[in-house]
């Protein structure tokens, strides 16, 4: 039987939420400079997962039970591989939805083992405990919008077996918004699904890599730096049309919604230039430049297609910050009657 090091704790609690964040596109899927995918994302405010951490006798899981089995899984699995004590209680606050493109997975495998290491005075790096659980293992954005959040673009996966460095990082404009599009009928390709995806997609032409890297450095970048809202979407449809087509043979199309897809139309229609769908969707969004412009459209996009009762919609801006870490520390006269004992 394993020997468990003696772990104890100075926090009553820890509590960590984790933002949800847009898979905006990759940049070069064809790899042959040594490195392959390279992602934008976004950070989100507004959506996110939230878990809180006490000691206690067993392992527990409290909250929503369409989250329990996967937190309970984050739990066990950290547990194991830092010998630490079973006896934990979690609560689940809130969770990003599963598999819709807002990087459910990733963000709460780190608040469960983020929450669990500062609870035991553990200290490793977002990008250690991401891969101690196997995650990031072609995006790097869920690691850098739990740490710092913001705009984001990751190196892409290289021959070592390390999630992909976030290589640029910087703030997203204030003022603009985001518009999100859900289908609520279904969810995006996940898991062993998404495996045999990539595995079956044909090789990406190294010229089109060539021309998203360039459209990203030369258009996306420096619209952004000098808060050209029209100049920066029109990048960013532009990889989204060019990534989404060539994964169109497995999901269906550009997009995996054909409910979003319409809509997405619908807003290139209203001179929107930034649309899209976030990493394998179905969630869609669009960048627009203002809170007024964008209420208006949410206003409209609710009136024109109200007869579908799939879709949803909701606006949020970028969240320009990481993830948010609270402890609560034991009271002195606990922390008395535990050495006493």
Partial sequence: MRNTPAYDTQFESVRVEAPARLHLGFMDLNGSLGRRFGSLGLTLEGIATEIEVRPCRTLQVEGPVSAQARVLGCAATLIEKLGLPRGVCIRIHRAIPDHVGLGSGTQLTLAVAVALTRLYGIDLTTRR??????????????????DAGGFLIDGGRGARNVPPPVILHTAFPETWRLLLVFDESGTGIHGSEEK??????????????????????????????EQDCESFGN???RLQQVVGDYFAPAQCGRYASPEVARVLDWLAEQDISGVGQSSWGPTGFAIIDSQLRADALLRAAEERFSDNPRLR?????????????????????????????
């Fill in 129 to 146: 405990v991401a891969k101690l659980m196997n995650r990031g293992a072609r995006s790097g954005i869920g690691i850098g919008a739990f």
């Fill in 196 to 225: 045999a995806a990539f595995r079956a997609l044909p090789v990406f032409p190294a010229h089109q890599a060539a021309t998203l890297c360039r459209l990203v450095m030369m258009q996306a970048l420096p619209a952004l730096a």
């Fill in 235 to 237: 990048a960013i449809s």
């Fill in 313 to 341: 919609f909701t606006l949020c801006r970028a969240r320009n910050r990481g993830s948010r870490i609270r402890t609560v520390r034991k009271s002195a006269s606990h922390m008395v009657l535990r050495a006493a004992m």
